[in-house]
């Protein structure tokens, strides 16, 4: 079906494939210009469909032959498809087909192409199509055996799914490789790797008894950045199967680093292909929030073994399934191997400000889409917050209407069920239900499922009332969910709300709710599940203050009607920590929001000032959090809360409160600084990367404050540290110190920084993102970041030298981007052009940046909406782009009309 000029392919169409793929045979002759590909499939026909031609997916492939059973056939090219009319009229034959495909001019990073000196493969969503033809879809699940030929000096390792099955010499100094897979996978999963590359190997034992290899292959040099990784990797195996009881399941498993990479990491069956960034760390180059990475990326591409592998998406309308359930357990990965009750709020709270930077505003955009999108023009532009981030809260939100355990026997009954299967969400659903009979869940399950139908972010109000002669208090909840496109009236959402209740003094107060015969403990989950409901409280000795949504227990937005004096309550006393730092980031953002509408001052009051020495001061609270409570909410999360936004106003209001704490917390900040900082041996431990953060937090306020006062000694002690630092998380947190301030000495630090680090990709990549996200002033920095897209290192074709500055200065600096003069705008539209060209992928994730312009206050907004019709009027733009740029206008024209209507 098309709309406009975009195709779209929907959920509603779905039809089981006519032909299902058992087994295939593939053999490679690696050469770059030209690899030659010939495949041997055992094709059987569905007995459910009528007989129908066969459809072979290819793109880009030069066909040299195809024979069913042995024999010549006749076939046709239709839309980018292989058509054989009339294949054999056996319910079961074999189709071989001869292909070639040129990897050294596959700048898409889609399918095979060349990198370095090496041959590496990324097929999901439909990349295989681009190596040879086939039924390029989740639903067909084959058994792979892949034969590998290739220059033994050029590719001495060869590598595939599965397990090594033989190798050996060839004529002509080549070698093969042979990879067996015993696991049926869908086509998105195959992998190959033909390189120079060494590998960290480490052999365990898992609890059945049986000896896995694990190997972490990367480029010669690298070895030693690998410990980490290969730690992070057996600690993910010994999680799973204590957690889940979800052993390793092939003779190895391997993981593979590469510099140029579209995304993080691909869970390709045994044969995970990682970005360098996720896989590389050293204390000498990566700093602590890379070595977390590292951690959080290995557990999740091998939890994918299970969740993802073992069961697939039926459909890619499904890739929640996979993603979303993925996330979710390798954020709880995560937060056990933080370790303190402590470690783990400051964990979620990461993951809860990730989800509200980019999830948030997704859900308030033009590329708005349930978890379960209905339909999509390009797959590739699905991969996105909402179905992996909002993924993650709806199992979340699961787990907690089940309880633990309840949700362990969820998943052993899924996988019961499903092992080997491709599935849906509500087939997940449906299992987590199942085991848990009589559970918040299982009563509710067809209205929870809306949460994987219906897009946008509820708005949850809450208001209490107390009565003092009954001693009860009164709370009443409400929801609303606004239009999103295609979505103009929502269904109530079944939304879980952990609550407390806290008295002025900070105690946690025992909860009775009415016709209960007693208190069942201080915290409890209450399920609104109506647009309105009531709990009344009995047994209440004084007016409470309600801490709601504790843990962030549903991805809402919530207007509790509390005042000042009640949420400063909740930052010195509540229990829970999670709403501790909520009610800090609601304190500080009323202040900012009504400044920069004109409607408050720039300054923070000195209430809350104090409020913040006191957690600074404060002797039992962790470092780690004392650094997220003082951090103010960025300009793009005050954007989001503002009806219409003028980012240069959002930028100055911002700057000047964080001066205000720089120098009203002067003394503080440098007691901060000598009592956090570590003399011991460099370890990435929560404890120690909590305090490495409060100390390079604290030295940025004094270089900023130093700056205003004309003082020499803050910067002076930041060189000097940066020059002295002994690992990468202080060395870069001190010039950035310098540079955040526009400290003179910042130059010359940039320039040693460079000289130290020119060899080394990743901490280059640091680098230029240091320079592209510095705080804006009178637009040096965006001279500066137009300078450094001529730099000799700078390169558009790595996907992570562009997102270090280019997404850098667009997503995240929005005082630079955001210009009056429009040359922001005219930068990304002339930036997301040029890439097209080469990686269609990449610039649709640069093209997002401009979900949200008709937020913008005028003249912003005119000159943003000329930028991307300026880029949707490109004749020959990719599909990807397209599709972003059409539905950001095309909502503009809606409402457009829609206005146009209600005025008449």
């Given at each position: 079906?098309?709309?406009?000029?975009?195709?779209?392919?929907?959920?509603?169409?779905?039809?089981?494939?006519?032909?299902?793929?058992?087994?295939?045979?593939?053999?490679?002759?690696?050469?770059?210009?030209?690899?030659?590909?010939?495949?041997?499939?055992?094709?059987?026909?569905?007995?459910?469909?009528?007989?129908?031609?066969?459809r072979l997916h290819g793109e880009g492939l030069?066909?040299?032959?195809?024979?069913?059973?042995?024999?010549?056939?006749?076939?046709?090219?239709?839309?980018?498809?292989?058509?054989?009319?009339?294949?054999?009229?056996?319910?079961?034959?074999?189709?071989?087909?001869?292909?070639?495909?040129?990897?050294?001019?596959?700048?898409?990073?889609?399918?095979?192409?060349?990198?370095?000196?090496?041959?590496?493969?990324?097929?999901?969503?439909?990349?295989?199509?681009?190596i040879t033809y086939f039924l390029d879809r989740p639903d067909v699940m084959a058994v792979y055996t892949v034969t590998l030929r290739a220059d033994k000096a050029k590719y001495p390792v060869l590598l595939s799914n599965g397990n090594l099955v033989e190798q050996g010499e060839l004529p002509?100094?080549?070698?093969?490789?042979?990879?067996?897979?015993?696991?049926?996978?869908?086509?998105?999963?195959?992998?190959?790797?033909?390189?120079?590359?060494?590998?960290?190997?480490?052999?365990?034992?898992?609890?059945?008894?049986?000896?896995?290899?694990?190997?972490?292959?990367?480029?010669?040099?690298?070895?030693?950045?690998?410990?980490?990784?290969?730690?992070?990797?057996?600690?993910s195996v010994v999680w799973d199967e204590a957690r889940f009881k979800l052993p390793l399941d092939l003779e190895r498993f391997m993981i593979v680093a590469v510099e140029d990479f579209n995304m993080g990491a691909m869970e390709n069956k045994g044969l995970n292909i990682f970005n360098t960034k996720f896989v590389l760390a050293s204390p000498a180059t990566a700093t602590d929030v890379d070595f977390f990475g590292v951690e959080s990326v290995v557990a999740h591409e091998y939890f994918h073994n299970w969740t993802g592998n073992r069961i697939t998406c039926r459909d890619w309308f499904q890739l929640s399934l996979k993603e979303g359930l993925t996330v979710y357990r390798d954020q709880e990965f995560s937060m056990d191997m933080s370790g303190g009750a402590s470690a783990r709020a400051v964990r979620r709270i990461e993951d809860v400000r990730q989800l509200r930077a980019a999830q948030f505003p997704e859900d308030a955009g033009p590329m708005a889409h349930p978890v379960r999108p209905?339909?999509?023009?390009?797959?590739?532009?699905?991969?996105?917050?909402?179905?992996?981030?909002?993924?993650?809260?709806?199992?979340?939100?699961?787990?907690?209407?089940?309880?633990?355990?309840?949700?362990?026997?969820?998943?052993?009954?899924?996988?019961?069920?499903?092992?080997?299967?491709?599935?849906?969400?509500?087939?997940?659903?449906?299992?987590?239900?199942?085991?848990?009979?009589?559970?918040?869940?299982?009563?509710?399950?067809?209205?929870?499922?809306?949460?994987?139908?219906?897009?946008?972010?509820?708005?949850?109000?809450?208001?209490?009332?107390?009565?003092?002669?009954?001693?009860?208090?009164?709370?009443?909840l409400e929801q609303f969910c606004g239009p999103s496109p295609g979505q103009p009236f929502k269904f109530p959402f079944v939304i879980p709300v952990a609550m407390g209740l806290v008295a002025q003094d900070g105690s946690s107060l025992p909860l009775q709710l009415a016709g209960e015969e007693a208190p069942g403990g201080t915290s409890r989950v209450l399920v609104l599940e109506?647009?309105?409901?009531?709990?009344?409280?009995?047994?209440?000795?004084?007016?409470?203050?309600?801490?709601?949504?504790?843990?962030?227990?549903?991805?809402?937005?919530?207007?509790?009607?509390?005042?000042?004096?009640?949420?400063?309550?909740?930052?010195?006393?509540?229990?829970?920590?999670?709403?501790?730092?909520?009610?800090?980031?609601?304190?500080?953002?009323?202040?900012?929001c009504a400044a920069a509408q004109g409607l408050g001052p720039a300054a923070l009051d000195a209430p809350l000032v104090e409020a913040l020495r006191t957690v600074l001061r404060h002797p039992a609270l962790d470092a780690s959090f004392k650094e997220l409570v003082l951090q103010l909410p960025s300009e793009g999360y005050v954007a989001e809360q503002l009806p219409v936004v003028d980012p240069q106003r959002v930028h100055e209001v911002r700057e000047a409160m964080r001066a205000q704490l720089a120098e009203q917390l002067h003394a503080d900040w440098i007691e901060a600084f000598e009592r956090n900082a570590t003399s011991e041996a460099y370890a990435p431990t929560v404890a120690q990367a909590g305090k490495r953060a409060l100390v390079n937090m604290a030295l940025s306020m004094l270089c900023l404050q130093s700056q205003r006062s004309g003082d020499p000694v803050w910067p002076g002690r930041a060189y000097q540290r940066f020059k002295d630092a002994t690992n990468m998380t202080e060395r870069l947190g001190a010039l950035s110190a310098l540079v955040e301030s526009h400290a003179g000495l910042a130059e010359p630090a940039l320039s040693r920084f460079h000289?130290?680090?020119?060899?080394?990709?990743?901490?280059?990549?640091?680098?230029?993102?240091?320079?592209?996200?510095?705080?804006?002033?009178?637009?040096?920095?965006?001279?500066?970041?137009?300078?450094?897209?001529?730099?000799?290192?700078?390169?558009?074709?790595?996907?992570?030298?562009?997102?270090?500055?280019?997404?850098?200065?667009?997503?995240?600096?929005?005082?630079?981007?955001?210009?009056?003069?429009?040359?922001?705008?005219?930068?990304?539209?002339?930036?997301?052009?040029?890439?097209d060209a080469m990686n269609p992928q990449l610039a649709a994730r640069l093209a997002r940046v401009m979900d949200r312009w008709r937020k913008l206050a005028e003249p912003y907004r005119g000159a943003a909406r000329e930028a991307i019709a300026r880029v949707a009027a490109k004749p020959d733009l990719s599909g990807d782009v397209r599709e972003i740029v059409t539905r950001a206008l095309a909502e503009d024209e809606a409402n457009a009309n829609a206005q146009a209507a209600a005025a008449q």
């Open positions: 079906m098309r709309e406009g000029t975009v195709t779209l392919v929907r959920r509603e169409d779905y039809v089981a494939p006519a032909y299902r793929i058992r087994s295939v045979e593939l053999c490679f002759d690696l050469e770059p210009a030209k690899t030659l590909v010939s495949s041997k499939l055992a094709i059987e026909r569905n007995p459910q469909a009528a007989p129908q031609p066969l030069t066909l040299l032959r195809v024979l069913a059973n042995g024999e010549s056939v006749s076939f046709r090219h239709e839309d980018g498809q292989l058509v054989i009319d009339h294949p054999p009229a056996d319910d079961s034959f074999t189709l071989e087909i001869r292909n070639s495909c040129c990897p050294e001019k596959n700048t898409e990073l889609s399918g095979l192409y060349t990198s370095g000196s090496g041959f590496f493969t990324q097929c999901e969503a439909e990349g295989f199509r681009r002509g100094g080549r070698h093969f490789a042979k990879w067996h897979d015993p696991f049926p996978k869908p086509s998105y999963l195959f992998a190959l790797v033909a390189a120079d590359l060494v590998a960290r190997e480490q052999k365990i034992r898992t609890r059945s008894g049986k000896e896995h290899l694990l190997q972490v292959f990367v480029r010669r040099g690298d070895l030693d950045k690998t410990e980490h990784a290969m730690n992070s990797l057996v600690a209905d339909s999509y023009a390009e797959i590739n532009n699905f991969y996105t917050a909402t179905v992996y981030d909002k993924g993650a809260e709806v199992v979340r939100m699961m787990a907690t209407l089940v309880g633990h355990e309840g949700f362990a026997s969820g998943m052993s009954l899924y996988f019961e069920r499903h092992d080997g299967q491709a599935v849906t969400c509500d087939d997940f659903a449906q299992a987590i239900a199942d085991a848990n009979p009589g559970s918040a869940l299982s009563v509710r399950l067809d209205a929870f499922k809306r949460w994987y139908a219906q897009a946008g972010t509820p708005t949850v109000t809450a208001r209490g009332t107390y009565d003092a002669e009954s001693r009860r208090y009164t709370l009443t109506h647009p309105q409901q009531q709990w009344v409280f009995e047994n209440v000795d004084a007016a409470p203050v309600p801490s709601l949504l504790r843990g962030f227990s549903a991805p809402v937005n919530l207007d509790d009607g509390l005042s000042d004096a009640e949420r400063m309550v909740l930052l010195a006393h509540d229990s829970d920590a999670f709403n501790r730092w909520e009610s800090a980031q609601k304190l500080a953002l009323s202040r900012l000289e130290l680090f020119k060899d080394d990709a990743l901490v280059l990549d640091k680098w230029f993102a240091l320079q592209a996200r510095a705080p804006e002033l009178d637009g040096r920095v965006f001279a500066r970041v137009k300078a450094l897209l001529k730099h000799p290192d700078f390169s558009l074709r790595n996907p992570n030298r562009a997102r270090s500055l280019l997404f850098s200065l667009t997503m995240f600096n929005p005082a630079a981007f955001h210009r009056a003069d429009a040359a922001g705008y005219v930068f990304w539209a002339d930036r997301v052009m040029d890439i």
